[in-house]
């Protein structure tokens, strides 16, 4: 069972646009929601988190929108360059105790020119 | 430093032959993880180390061999393999077991088994 759901699977956004990739888990235990960004040939790196605390978290371009209710968050990638092109992954964790990272299954984005 | 090594970068290996992959970090991490990545699709979690015991393993055949000989390094003993082994191999840090959301990950180890 896929615990963390995540949409679309790959996108193409024009440079300055907005990229924007949704996930969506069941688990209400969750209580750390990681994004990883993954360049080609290379490890997946940290990009932005949020903890169901607040609603919305921003870090330069990179915002992630979170609906507790709805059990959905959102990264937003605003003012997209082709230096964005890499595979994004959502993820979601329950802080307390040793517990596994649940990746979504991954967005590949292509930020053309 | 904020490095996680892995070498080699590629390994290329016979079904009947033994090799290891290694991994470092020099962050003070007590968590160390090791995954697999098939092309297209998300890192899948083999083995976790916390203070250098094996914590997890899911359920990964015994062709894969983990070792934590210190908090530093992770190796991953590899032998009589197959081919759909091949793959992109992780290692990641975290500073504790409970922060297993903040993973340090390396650039990975390319496998292709023959």
């Known amino acids: 069972q896929q615990q963390v759901k995540q949409s679309p699977q790959s996108l193409i956004v024009q440079k300055g646009g907005i990229s924007i990739i949704n996930c969506a888990y069941e688990?209400?235990?969750?209580?750390?929601f990681p994004w990883y960004q993954q360049f080609p040939g290379k490890g997946p790196a940290l990009l932005i988190a949020?903890?169901?605390?607040?609603s919305e978290k921003k870090e330069g371009r990179f915002t992630i929108s979170f609906n507790k209710s709805a059990k959905q968050f959102s990264l937003h990638i605003m003012d997209s360059q082709p230096g964005d092109s890499a595979t994004y992954f959502c993820?979601?964790?329950?802080?307390?105790?040793?517990?596994?990272?649940?990746f979504g299954t991954g967005t590949r984005l292509t930020v053309i020119p | 430093d904020t490095e996680v090594t892995q070498t080699p970068k590629h390994l290329v290996m016979g079904m009947t032959n033994k090799k290891s992959l290694k991994c470092e970090q020099h962050m003070g991490h007590r968590a160390m993880y090791w995954y697999k990545q098939k092309a297209k699709k998300p890192p899948e979690l083999m083995f976790v180390y916390s203070y250098e015991k094996l914590s997890i393993n899911e359920s990964v055949p015994s062709r894969f061999s983990p070792e934590c000989p210190n908090s530093s390094l992770l190796n991953l003993h590899l032998h009589a393999l197959q081919p759909e082994d091949s793959a992109l191999y992780l290692c990641?840090?975290?500073?504790?077991?409970?922060?297993?959301?903040?993973?340090?990950f390396g650039e990975g180890s390319r496998l292709t088994v023959l």
């Open positions: 993820a979601a964790t329950k802080e307390t105790g040793a517990n596994n990272l649940f």
């Open positions: 990641a840090s975290s500073r504790t077991r409970t922060a297993a959301g903040e993973l340090f």
């Open positions: 949020i903890r169901p605390d607040v």
């Open positions: 688990n209400t235990a969750f209580d750390y």
